[in-house]
Each structure stands twice: as C-alpha cells, then as structure tokens.
C-alpha cells in the first residue's frame, strides 16, 4: 500500500470515528500529548487523535473503523506505565478507557468482583470497604484495572497475594477484528481450552483491548501490623529477606529501601527514618498469628544485627508509611530536578538475590549516576532508578550501560528481565535474549490475532 493511500485511509477512520463519537473524539494537541506519554524518561509520541470509549460495544465499534483503515489503536488506562508502553510510535488512535469505570457486580460470598477497564485500583477498594473485602495488588501508581491486567502488574503485596497473572478470573476482550470474546467464567479453576485469559494479560494492549476484568477478593485482614526496620549493610538486609522467604513465613510485604531512597523519601513524604539501609515490612492475620510472625521476623533479622525496628498498628500510621513507599519514585525524581527515571525491573529466584543486589551495588560504586534502590524484595524483584537526563548522550549512555549489566546479571542468575513493569518498548532488546526462540512463538501468536498490527505497534516486539 502507498504512503499516500495509507494516509487517505487513515483520514477515512479518524472522520468516521468523529462521527461515531461527538465530542469524546479529539484531536487537541494537548490531550494527543498527555496520551502520548507515561511515567518515564522515554519520549513523547503524540497520537493522531484520542477516543474516550464508554461501553465494550463502542470499543467494538471504534476497532471495527480502525482496522478496516488500518489504523493503530493504543490502549490508555491511566499512563502509568515505564516503558514507552502508551506512546503512538506509529500514531493512531489513544483508546482512553477511564469512562469505562463502573463496578458491575461484588460477590462478597464468592470473593470475586467485576469491574469495567477503567476502575483505578484506590476506587475499587474504598467501594469495597463496607463488604470487608479488598484487592491487594497495589503499583505504586493509581493505576487503572485494565492497565494494570494488560502489564501483568504487581506491587507491595504481591509476595503474599500473587500478582495480576493469579488474581484475574476472567476478561472481556474486544479483538482485532472487532469481534468481543469472554476469556473464562467466575469459577476458581477451569480446564477448559487454552487460557485466553492469561494469554492477555500482559499482553500490554498488543493483542486485544480489555474492556471488563472479573477479578479475586480477599477479606481484610483482621489484624495487621507494620514495621520499619534498619541494618547497617543492604547485604544483611537481603540475607534477612532471603532467611524469611526461605522459612516460610507468610510476611505480607517485605521491601528494600537503600539510604539514598530513604533520603529521597524522608524529604518527599516528611518521614524522619534514619538514613540507613531499611526494610518496611507488613504481616497479615489475627492478633495472634500476627504476633507470632512479628516475632519470628524479629529473631531473624535481629541475628542479622538489624537495629531496632519500629512498629504501627494503627491504620492511619501505617497508611503514611506505605504511602511514603508507593511514592519512593517521586521522591526520588523531587531529589534530582531535572532528571529523569530509568526504572530498571529484574526479578530472581530468591536465593540469588543478594548476588543480583550486590552485584548492581558494585556497578553503581562507579559510576557517576545517582540511583536509589527500592524492590519488592520478597518475591526477588528490585528496582534502580536511573535519574539521568535522556537529552544528555553521556547520562543515558551511562544509565544503559548500567541497565544492561542488570538485566545480563540477572539472566544468567536464572531471573527475568522484568518483574512487573513489562517489554514496552524500553526493554525489547531484552526479550530476545531472555525468550530466544519463545519469542518466534510470540510473533506467531500476534500474527494470529492481530495480522494487521494494529493493536499497540512498536511494543514487545519492533514492528
Ligand atoms: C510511581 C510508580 C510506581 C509504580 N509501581 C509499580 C509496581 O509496584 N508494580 C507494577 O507492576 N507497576 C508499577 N508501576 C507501573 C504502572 O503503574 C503499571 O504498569 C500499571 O499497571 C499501568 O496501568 P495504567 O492504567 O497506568 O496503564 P497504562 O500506562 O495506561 O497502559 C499500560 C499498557 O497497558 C495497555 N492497556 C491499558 N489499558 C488497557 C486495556 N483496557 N486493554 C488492553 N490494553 C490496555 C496500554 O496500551 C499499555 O501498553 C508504577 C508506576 C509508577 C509511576
């Protein structure tokens, strides 16, 4: 096809969707811009226009227009995402999904719900909260459902509730072809076919477009109680975390901060931590299983010379505390003005952390970036964050040398190149070397559902 009649084409669908949708049509630079980018260091990408869908019958609609021009559609929940995920490196069409933010039913006895693409994550558990039920899968960010199923997202609790991958029941999805699909059904377990359901998520908005998520609940715990906890080196920090995984002990959260995030933080979130490597950790259950982790935690660590921990029972405590944590990335960007983040993201089995950690340590000693370390440390998953200025070819030359030698690191400890955050289009490269001839598999699968490209081009694979 000529670039000529491509772009006639794609002037077709872009009057055709303004007439389906009035005014939740635009092409305002201003919103193509905020559409166009996430959280991240990588760059702008403007789409051609954004659409602002209401109901998974318009959503059809719109992809039904879109792929008969072929016109890229990009995905939007809440722009969230760190790797490029959102931006329209083909243009297109942003498909905002947040009107689509009605909880449709909560089966309290069940302990399921479901909810339309766009709920974000903090509005679906202040509905909850009267049932005594709630979602534990937390990004730092308030994310939206759909967002959250299409990067396979995790968070602060994922070490003891698992992450997307095990909490969504069920999708509906709309597909390349305009044609609407329900993945599963509320029951707990399903042998039935090929699981489409966990084929989307994490297909960061390649493969489909998720307009509904049928998802687990979890009744509030009846006791829970919080603490931070200092050590004098970050290595017997994760030797505590490696020893409580190990044991068994159901810890609900257990997370690193070094001395340059708690820094950041303390400045950030008006804390008064001492500024030396920590743990914040959470235990979930009644008074008594909670007091008995607490103090089989504590003999651990303090064998590890931890300092002396600090404790918060109360709600609103604990509240600040962990909200301080959600905001470590913004902290650590108030810390640096002017720079932006690299948000690296490894994972590895539990035994190998402390080589991963350690060995990252070493690197950064130097080199002249400044990056604070934070993870999810429970489930073997960390972050660097890279605060370099991407305009300036020596600061991001740098942040991905260091990058590389993180995830090289952690491939050959047996880890992932990613842990939460997804391929996007940041970590392509490196789903080559970690998937090898997986990846001929994936581009089949992509080939099959969505043969035009139009869903999300330029993303996990380069187009
Ligand atoms: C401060 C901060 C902390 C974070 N902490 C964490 C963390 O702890 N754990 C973690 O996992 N992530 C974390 N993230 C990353 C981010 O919050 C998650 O990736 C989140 O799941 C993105 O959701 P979103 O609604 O913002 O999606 P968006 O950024 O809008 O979209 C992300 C991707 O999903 C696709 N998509 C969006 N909606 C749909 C849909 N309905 N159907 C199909 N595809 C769709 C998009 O096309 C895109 O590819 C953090 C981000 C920030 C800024």
New binding site residues.
Partial sequence: MSKAVRIEGRDAALSELATLLGDRFTTASAIREAHGR??SWHPVAMPDAVAFAETTEEVAAIIRICAAHDLPV?????????EG??SAVHGGLSLD?TRMDRILEVNAEDLDVRVE?GVMRKALNEHLRDTGLFFPI????N??L??????R????NAVRYGTMRENVLALT?VMADGSIVHTGTRARKSSAGYDLTRLLVG???TL????EATLRLYGIPEAVRSGVVPFESIESAVDVVIETIQSGLPIARIEILDPLSIRACNAYSKLTLAEVPTLFVEFHGTEASVAEQAERFAAIASEHGAGSAEWASKAEDRTRLWEAR??A??AALAFAPGKKGMVTDVCVPISRLAEAISGTLADLETSFLQAPIVG?VGDGNFHMLLLMDPSDPKDLGEATRLHDLMVARALSLGGTCTG???I?EGKIKFLETEHGAGVGVMRAIKQALDPKNIF?PG?IFSA
Avoid at 74 to 82: H, Q, R
Avoid at 138 to 141: I, K, M, V
């Fill in positions: 996430d959280e990009i995905a939007f929940g809440a722009g969230t995402s760190l995920h959102v999904l693409a937390d990004p730092g960010a994310a939206t759909g967002g959250m199923v299409a990067t997202a995790s968070g602060t999805a297909s960061e908005g489909g477009i998720v307009t959600h905001n990335y913004y999810h939460e955050h997804g996007g999300n993303k």
